[in-house]
């Protein structure tokens, strides 16, 4: 079989690397950009500030902020006519995952002549023709890594069913990562993010297809992650911290290009049902899909737990490769207050089902090392709604 890799993208990091935001255009050969953020860190001081910087090295821009929580059409169409009438040449997106997904449907939804749904990543799905505006990505959270992706999730506005828009044209084209972006997030937030970028790390590392560069960048980046996640949120102006977990969450966008896993899958669907942030999601759902995977990969778990130092205790050498590791996992959920399970939710059987329908027809449990079928799905989301 052939295999085809890529990391081309421009990445600068280092404390307050975004206030070289002018020297990145300059690069780009841009002169007008939309800032796109969302309505939650455009009312912060630290955005305040940012804009500060491009007015007094007299930028002409135009900021973007209508998007909250999970992304919709609406939001990337509102931006596509804030682009088109301002007449822009480029993209400053700086924000949380959602954010920054948002700019680079705005890129495509902009340029292109169909709606944007009519590129979403699926068999018989329109090409994006031409060449896209050049994107700066900021981001403000440690975990989705939609920085240096090459695709975007957006949400219907009715049923709130996610679509991904993939393309290779989509990633931006430099990333600033300045890890004083993140100190003001709110701990729970710190957290959840958190637990998104070990799930990218930990889901594309166990996946079986063939990626070796991927598979080292997951298994370091899930170390990395393991290592200073705590710090990050009980400490949240350690910046080596915060800049540990940027490079992780970072690290774990490039190994999903490797494949995903159950855990996503569930995540989607609880966000689609319930609206429940993406990094929470993931979250809650990570040790109780990596115990049904656990069976599945044992080397790989041994690795695993050979990387990040955990040896099981002398009384426990029979268990199943991976199990000290869950009980870490678990015992990092309860220290930093991620619930441990759905109970709080009080999900209805309706919206149960709902769930197990989404998590089957989701687009990453295939490349998981273990089969979901539909009753495996059902009972593994029944377990967790007790907990």
Not at 245 to 261: H, T
Request: proline residues 6%; contains cysteine; glycine residues 8%.
């Amino acid at each position: 079989m052939l295999h085809r890799f890529s990391f081309p993208t421009d990445i600068r990091v280092g404390p307050h690397v975004s206030h070289k935001l002018t020297e990145a255009l300059t690069d780009l050969s841009v002169e007008n950009p939309l800032v796109v953020t969302d309505s939650g860190f455009a009312s912060l001081e630290v955005f305040g500030d940012f804009l500060k910087r491009l007015r007094s090295d007299s930028i002409k821009f135009e900021v973007f902020s209508g998007t909250q929580g999970n992304p919709c059409l609406s939001h990337v169409n509102a931006g596509r006519d804030a682009y088109r009438t301002g007449k822009h040449d480029s993209i400053v997106a700086i924000g949380g995952g959602a954010a920054l997904d948002v700019g680079k449907a705005i890129g495509v939804a902009a340029t292109q002549t169909h709606s944007l749904f009519e590129y979403v990543d699926e068999p018989g799905a329109r090409a994006i023709e031409g060449e896209l505006p050049p994107v700066v990505a900021l981001p403000t959270t440690a975990g989705t890594g939609s920085e240096v992706g090459r695709s975007s999730v957006v949400s219907t506005d009715d049923t709130h069913e996610k679509k991904i828009i993939f393309s290779p044209k989509m990633m931006p084209r430099i990333v600033l990562v300045d890890p004083h972006l993140t100190v003001g997030l709110p701990a729970a937030v710190t957290a959840a993010t958190g637990f998104d970028a070990l799930t990218h790390n930990l889901e594309a590392y166990l996946t079986p297809a063939y990626n070796p560069m991927c598979s080292g960048i997951a298994l370091e980046g899930l170390s990395m992650v393991f290592n200073n996640i705590a710090t990050a949120t009980e400490k949240p102006t350690d910046i080596a911290a915060r800049t540990e977990m940027l490079m992780a969450s970072l690290m774990g966008a490039v190994a999903f290009q490797k494949g995903l896993g159950l855990t996503h899958s569930y995540a989607h669907a609880l966000s689609t049902v319930k609206d429940l942030h993406h990094g929470l999601a993931n979250a809650i759902m990570v040790d109780h899909v990596m115990e049904y995977y656990l069976e599945a990969c044992p080397e790989k778990w041994s690795t695993v737990e050979a990387r990040l130092g955990l040896r099981p205790p002398s009384s426990a050498q029979a268990e199943r490769p991976g199990t000290e590791f869950l009980r870490h996992l678990a015992q990092l959920k309860k220290r930093l207050g991620i619930p441990a399970g759905l109970a709080h939710l009080s999900l209805t059987e309706n919206e149960k089902s709902s769930i197990c329908r989404y998590t089957l027809l989701d687009v990453c449990h295939p490349s998981g090392p273990r089969a979901a079928e539909p009753e495996s799905v059902k009972t593994l989301l029944d377990k967790v709604c007790q907990l």
